[in-house]
């Protein structure tokens, strides 16, 4: 599996990551193809060598035409434009998945509706062709996973359109929701919200670098000089075992004993339809003696956000405990399998070294034996029998 890893220790930027895609080994001819596909006039990129603190590095330069220098852009107009270019179905969807993490923090910090948002920096010719580019170079390596150290925000403050803001901002604070950050170094910005939306939107895990054999290493670097580190970001390209696959996910755990039991199977269908990975409902008893039940969400990063809003408006908890935590799980694959009761989908798990484990998914065996009037356990045992000779 294709991973690449983000050592944020100098914080991260647009900049600097489409950068350090170009150290790596993107060719500058290519990302300039490829952005030219968005029809985006009105600027000029370019990339030289530079130096920061001895340590060689590339740094790329957007210069934006006074014609095409606009004062804000609205978030369906970034969409339009993605959505109409000629760019890869790949690329478009990295690119507007990193717009929609923007797009839901300023909605947060403004109040009000995504559709209804302009954008100021990140709606700049600069800040898409940043974020394009990110997703063109991601795409150009083939990456399968990301992953990202804890990210080192930078302290102090920062001048933006909306003010003298401190730092991380705004929007980085809420798009580093459930990541590890810290403040070290000088007190000016590191991390810029591009630059937490391209982790956000794209990192699967975050924490230390994952055992993997590194083929390739991009020197991004800023626009600042420090005396006692280098400004630049680093990313590792490489190869890891996907015999299985791990991740960094969030866990989210309230506990609750005034709440109606028949509501828990609602809030648990709109977690489960707003991304929850898995949810888990579990029989305490808690303080006074009183019996309640621990509600448990299992998430990615970039949906806890969304997940912690759902349990606060449809649960009566004031409170939410939320903890990163490593999964590792069996790559899988989903099977077709012909029985006498219809075509049902098994779920099949391949284990390390040879070998595999299946299991019937349960609401095709459950609408297959409703529709021929059978027990369940019938169903799902034809479906069973029918899948091992495929796995052999």
Do not use: W
Request: aromatic share 6%.
């Amino acid at each position: 599996m294709k991973v690449a890893y983000f050592d944020c220790f100098s914080g991260i930027s647009g900049d600097m990551t489409l950068a350090a895609l170009l150290d790596a080994g993107m060719p500058l001819s290519r990302l300039r193809a490829e952005l030219k596909k968005l029809n985006l006039g009105g600027y000029t990129l370019s990339s030289t060598r530079t130096s920061k603190c001895g340590i060689a590095a590339r740094k790329v330069d957007i210069k934006i035409a006074k014609s095409a220098a606009h004062g804000h852009r609205s978030y369906s107009d970034i969409v339009k434009l993605i959505q109409r270019s000629r760019l890869a179905d790949t690329v478009k969807r990295k690119a507007l998945d990193i717009f929609d993490v923007i797009a839901r923090a300023e909605s947060r910090i403004h109040d009000t509706h995504v559709d209804k948002l302009h954008f100021h920096e990140v709606g700049a010719v600069d800040s898409i062709v940043d974020i394009c580019g990110a997703a063109i170079g991601l795409d150009y390596f083939r990456i399968d996973s990301v992953c990202s150290s804890a990210v080192n925000t930078g302290s102090g403050s920062v001048v933006t359109a909306h003010g003298t803001l401190p730092v991380p901002a705004p929007a980085t604070s809420l798009i580093l929701l459930g990541a590890p950050t810290y403040a070290d170094g000088p007190a000016v910005e590191l991390t810029t919200p591009t630059g937490a939306a391209i982790l956000k939107a794209t990192a699967s895990k975050f924490g230390p670098q994952p055992p993997m054999k590194v083929n390739k290493v991009g020197h991004g670097a800023g626009d600042k000089n420090f005396a006692d580190r280098p400004d630049i970001l680093r990313i590792f390209i490489g190869e890891t075992d996907d015999s299985l696959k791990e991740e960094r996910l969030i866990e989210l755990q309230t506990s609750v004993d005034d709440m109606n039991p028949q509501t828990y199977s609602v809030v648990s269908d709109q977690l489960f339809a707003a991304g929850a990975l898995d949810v888990v409902i579990a029989p305490v008893i808690m303080k006074k003696g009183r019996p309640g039940n621990v509600l448990t969400v299992l998430c990615s990063p970039r949906k806890s956000v969304e997940l912690e809003r759902i349990l606060f408006i449809h649960t009566p908890t004031l409170g939410i405990r939320r903890r990163e935590v490593d999964r590792v799980s069996l790559p899988r694959e989903i099977v077709k399998v012909k029985t006498a009761y219809g075509t049902i989908a098994v779920k099949v798990g391949h284990i390390p070294g040879g070998g595999t484990k299946q299991a019937p998914e349960f609401e095709s065996v459950k609408k297959a034996a409703y529709r021929h009037g059978v027990p369940h356990e019938t169903v799902y045992r034809a479906a069973l029998a029918g899948a091992r000779p495929k796995m052999r």
